[in-house]
């Protein structure tokens, strides 16, 4: 004679949530019926159950698939952010480069600067004088 027993009972023997036992029921993995509101689970379609179940085997491969992915996006981020190191050493490097090339000119044009603010005749007759001393 086939015992049927509550979806309460039948988490209690698997170990899980009556959720899990409504999922099983939905996806036809074990056999049950309804009986007004309740739902009985045939108790024979539970008693072979082991730890290892096919359930449980493909919730831990769908871990360890979901785990890949995130490795992979991981070494994927990594690497993005390897790239954007390069790039703002680079952009650096030639900031560094554009500000000594600034300092120069700049250091050129207030020399430029400095000569135009003497009078000329003083740069004229200084000329003079050194020309004659040598």
């Known amino acids: 004679m086939e015992e049927w027993i509550t979806v309460k ?8 949530t009556e959720r899990n036992i409504l999922r099983l029921i939905q996806n036809e993995q074990i056999k049950a ?4 509101h309740k739902w009985l689970v045939l108790k024979e379609s539970v008693e072979g159950y082991s730890e290892e179940s096919p ?9 360890k698939a979901q785990l890949e992915e995130k490795d992979k996006q991981i ?5 993005q952010l390897e790239d954007r190191d390069r790039i ?3 952009s650096g490097q030639r900031h560094d480069t554009i500000v000594m090339q600034l300092t120069r000119q700049l ?3 207030q020399r430029m600067l400095a000569a135009h603010q003497e009078p000329w005749y003083r740069r ?9 001393i040598d």
Do not use: P
């Open 33 to 36: 019926k309804k009986d007004g």
């Open 9 to 16: 009972e039948t988490a209690k023997i698997r170990n899980c």
């Open 124 to 132: 004229w007759f200084s000329r003079k004088r050194n020309l004659k």
């Open 75 to 79: 070494e994927k981020l990594q690497k």
């Open 55 to 63: 359930n449980k085997s493909e919730f831990i491969s769908v871990l």
């Open 88 to 90: 703002l050493e680079d």
């Open 107 to 109: 250091d050129q044009s």
